[in-house]
C-alpha cells in the first residue's frame, strides 16, 4: 500500500541547533516533493519544493534533500529559533494536481 | 493581495444539520482544492477543480458531500445530513498553473464540530 511517513513524536531542540526531520515514502514516484509549514489553527504554508532529479535545495536557514532510491526526504533547520517551533508537513506529488501529505512532525525549539 | 478566505471559521451543529463551507480563492488562480485534516487521518484531498471544472472527487467520502464552483472566485462545500464523524478542520486552497512551483495556498481552515 502506500504510504507518506512523518515521525508521529515532536523533536524537541535547543535553539542554535540543527533540526532534521525525515519524511520516507513507499510505493510512489513522485515526480517533486514540498515542505510545509502549519502553525496551530493555521492553514499549511509552502517552505520548499525539490524535484525528482534535484538532490539538494536551499532556502535561507532550511534546506532539504531528496534520495528516490531510498524514496526519503530530509528536512533541515540551521541555527533553529523559538519562532521556527511549528508542525512541518511533507507533500508528495503523486499525479498533475494531486499532492498527498504526511501527518506532520512538530517540532518545539526550546530557549 | 488577499490570500484564500474560508469561512466560517468555526461551526458547530447537531447531526443531520446541513453544513455549508465557503471559500473565496486567490484572484486569478485556476485550481481549487478542498482538504480535510483529523488527527487520525492528516490532510486529505476530497475534491479539486480546475477552471472551475470538477476534475477529481475520488475523495469526497460519500454522496453526503457534495462541492461546488459556480465561478471562479467561489466554491462551496456541502454536507448534508451531517454526521459526527465529519467533524474535522475543513481547508480550501488555491494554485496557479501558472507557477512551475506547484504550491498550494490555504485557507486559514473551518473548524467542524458535529454533535
Known amino acids: 500500500s502506500q504510504k507518506i511517513e512523518q515521525n508521529s513524536e515532536a523533536l524537541n531542540i535547543q535553539e542554535g541547533k540543527t533540526a532534521t526531520l525525515t519524511c520516507n515514502y513507499t510505493?510512489?514516484?513522485?515526480?517533486?516533493l514540498q515542505w510545509y509549514r502549519q502553525d496551530p489553527g493555521r492553514g499549511p504554508v509552502f517552505l520548499l519544493l525539490?524535484?525528482?532529479?534535484?538532490k539538494e535545495k536551499r532556502k535561507e536557514r532550511l534546506k532539504v534533500t531528496f534520495d528516490t532510491t531510498l524514496k526519503q526526504s530530509l528536512f533541515h533547520i540551521t541555527a533553529s529559533q523559538p519562532a521556527d517551533s511549528a508542525t512541518y508537513l511533507c507533500?508528495?506529488?503523486?499525479?498533475?494536481?494531486?499532492?498527498?501529505f504526511g501527518k506532520g512532525n512538530q517540532v518545539v525549539v526550546i530557549p | 493581495d488577499a490570500g484564500v478566505i474560508q469561512s466560517p471559521r468555526h461551526e458547530v451543529t447537531e447531526m443531520g444539520q446541513e453544513v455549508t463551507l465557503r471559500c473565496k480563492p486567490i484572484?486569478?488562480?485556476?485550481?481549487l482544492f478542498w482538504y480535510r485534516q483529523t488527527m487520525m487521518r492528516g490532510l486529505e484531498l476530497l475534491i479539486y477543480?480546475?477552471?472551475?471544472?470538477?476534475?477529481?472527487d475520488s475523495g469526497m467520502p460519500e454522496d453526503r458531500f457534495s462541492a461546488k464552483m459556480p465561478n471562479a472566485s467561489f466554491s462551496t462545500l456541502k454536507i448534508q445530513p451531517s454526521e459526527p464523524r465529519d467533524s474535522a478542520v475543513y481547508f480550501c486552497?488555491?494554485?496557479?498553473?501558472?507557477?512551475?512551483?506547484?504550491?498550494?495556498?490555504f485557507g486559514e481552515g473551518s473548524r467542524l464540530t458535529v454533535l
Open positions: 477543480f480546475n477552471n472551475n471544472v470538477p476534475i477529481d
Open positions: 484572484s486569478g488562480h485556476n485550481s
Open positions: 525539490i524535484r525528482e532529479n534535484e
Open positions: 486552497a488555491s494554485s496557479s498553473s501558472s507557477r512551475d512551483t506547484g504550491e498550494l495556498f
Open positions: 507533500a508528495l506529488a503523486i499525479r498533475v494536481n494531486r499532492l498527498a
Open positions: 510505493n510512489y514516484s513522485p515526480a517533486y
